[in-house]
């Protein structure tokens, strides 16, 4: 009866050890969910309300996930900083997609909460899920917590939070010969496979020492081709330019938009609605024509490869200039914070700069990226040759990215392009 009653304590005890775990770690890091967390609705995250400066504030419906990266195989705690819980607060909770936990909160718990131990046999980025069963009770969440063995194994967004919920904006750094100078047109193409045209997205197919020129997805109806010079007056806001540092437009497109443009700077701006498509290889030409009198003249022309026919977009007059084409760049980039969670790539191709020697062949990019990148507040970024074709992909939160400053070079297609200048002027 003695060993009967002792086994049934021991299993009992047992039992009860194992329902309460303690943190392996202590929960000393704490992941800000100001910057890393997101709301999921069905099958996708965005950002509403809930999400402020300050965390995660008044939250009773949907699901909160919430990324970290982990740069080798280890083991870690969780838990959260809980606010306004009540005994009747419940959440469900689960890692990595993985069976959910329940946990059952009353008033007098700390606002330090632990959920969990977990192994992490993968490097790469790792997501938990919050629930909150308890709808009727909004709850304020500031602080995801992690224990740890070594704290440089994990990355996220410690600051910048409006930036790292955009994303990490990739480049590509074009490289010339130095012997190839007084450029006066640059070349490029851009193909953007399908599912990656997504809202809030800017694919720059020639960027300049003064200015960009790409396509845009801006909203579900519309989408545009953008090209914008910036003035030699540095500041944001473009009405406070001096009329001797402004740019001027000299001439548009039909159906162009033209203005100024501020807040990176100002310049002028101009964008021509235009409904683009995935799959199609759209072609991109720049001219640069500088004169005596210290003025360059900026010319952005695009071709529609469906009826044949390139479209004038702007030309611009940029005073205190007396330049050829330099620093020649793409890049990738997510202009709508909420949008920064949905993976996208876009393909550049076939990129030549034209002098009085002919056409020149760029074969070779340094891939860069931006300081959300570099501050590792975000680590879904890649580029590289694909195809025999430049490529550029970021967001989404997948695992594997480029190290910046990486080179490379492609093979050399030497077909240089068809253009007649005098049919374009």
Partial sequence: M???IF???????????KEKKTPKFKLLIKIPTAGNTWVKKKDSLTLNSIITKKGVVNWSNNILRTYFFIHKPTEISLGINLENHTKKTRLSV????????ELK?????????????YKIKKAGYHYLD????????????QNILVGISDKKNID???????WSHRGPSTHLNYQIPKEINNIQYYYSEINVPKKNDVIGTFYMANGFQYGYFGIQVNSKSERRILFSVWSPYKTDNPNSIPKDFRIQLLKKGEGVTTGKFGNEGSGGQSYKVFNWKPNIDYKFLLK?????DNTTNFTAYFYDPELSKWYLIASFKRPKTQEYLKRFHGFLECFIPKQGS???KANYTNQWVYNSDGWHEINSFKFSADNTARKKNRLDYSGGITNNAFYLRAFGFFNDNTKIGSLFTKDKTNKPPQINFKELD
């Fill in 2 to 4: 003695k060993k009967w």
């Fill in 7 to 17: 086994l049934t304590l021991f299993i009992a005890l047992n039992y009860a050890c």
């Fill in 94 to 101: 689960s890692f990595n997609g993985e069976k959910k936990k």
């Fill in 105 to 117: 909160l009353n008033s007098s718990d700390s606002s330090k909460v632990f959920i969990n131990n």
């Fill in 130 to 141: 919050i629930e909150n069963i308890s709808k009727n009770t909004p709850l304020n969440i």
């Fill in 156 to 162: 996220f967004s410690r600051d910048d939070f409006y």
């Fill in 288 to 292: 640069a024509e500088p004169f005596k």
């Fill in 342 to 344: 949905i993976e996208r």
